[in-house]
T-cell receptor, first 114, second 112 residues
Framework: SQKIEQNSEALNIQEGKTATLTCNYTNYSPAYLQWYRQDPGRGPVFLLLIRENEKEKRKERLKVTFDTTLKQSLFHITASQPADSATYLCALQDGSGNTGKLIFGQGTTLQVKP | SQTIHQWPATLVQPVGSPLSLECTVEGTSNPNLYWYRQAAGRGLQLLFYPVGIGQISSEVPQNLSASRPQDRQFILSSKKLLLSDSGFYLC???????????FGSGTRLTVV
């Protein structure tokens, strides 16, 4: 069956360090992969989208990689700040369809300590 | 710019009561609308998604239904709530079905 896995354990890092979050998937061939940020009690907020023919995408302090051979995406936050503390969700869109359905991982909670 | 409105923010309902959650989108026409649910400690689960103009498909069997009375209005309903319906409900839309998705602020539903 299709599966998306994110590290369920919280990631604690010191301010200024680089945070790296992992998203692995199986039995899936996504045309797109997206990353969202979710704060407690709020809806997810879109951060980055990367297509299957792209290896890397950057936006300010954020960087996403997409390895379709390893079936893995890495999400990096450089020079992390306490304001980056949140839950980060990985989401895949099925490339075989055109419905825009997103399948989400359970998310990884990041805690940046000052 | 496009915005999405969802209400109410919180709701406490007894088991067996009906449900109606509403979502509207401004700044665009014919948006692709979705409903997701997030149970405590679990990831986002897709409930309903668009499959054509005016058509909505259910992703999982449940006692919930979705309707689209107007182009930019989306309703999530139930005739009789179950305890297992408790969760955080999110309305979402995308301009193109293969691009970013914009989420509403969510409704925290507690069935007691």
């Amino acid at each position: 069956s299709q599966k998306i896995e994110q590290n369920s354990e919280a990631l604690n890092i010191q301010e200024g360090k680089t945070a790296t979050l992992t998203c692995n998937y199986t039995n899936y061939s996504p045309a797109y992969l997206q990353w969202y940020r979710q704060d407690p009690g709020r809806g997810p907020v879109f951060l980055l989208l990367i297509r299957e023919n792209e290896k890397e995408k950057r936006k300010e302090r954020l960087k996403v990689t997409f390895d379709t051979t390893l079936k893995q995406s890495l999400f990096h936050i450089t020079a992390s700040q306490p304001a980056d503390s949140a839950t980060y969700l990985c989401a895949l869109q099925d490339g075989s369809g055109n419905t825009g359905k997103l399948i989400f991982g359970q998310g990884t909670t990041l805690q940046v300590k000052p | 710019s496009q915005t999405i409105h969802q209400w109410p923010a919180t709701l406490v309902q007894p088991v067996g009561s009906p449900l109606s959650l509403e979502c509207t989108v401004e700044g665009t026409s014919n948006p692709n609308l979705y409903w997701y649910r997030q149970a405590a400690g679990r990831g986002l689960q897709l409930l309903f998604y668009p499959v054509g103009i005016g058509q909505i498909s259910s992703e999982v069997p449940q006692n919930l239904s979705a309707s689209r009375p107007q182009d930019r209005q989306f309703i999530l309903s139930s005739k009789k709530l179950l305890l297992s319906d408790s969760g955080f409900y999110l309305c979402a839309w995308s301009v193109q079905r293969r691009e970013e998705t914009l989420f509403g602020s969510g409704t925290r539903l507690t069935v007691v």
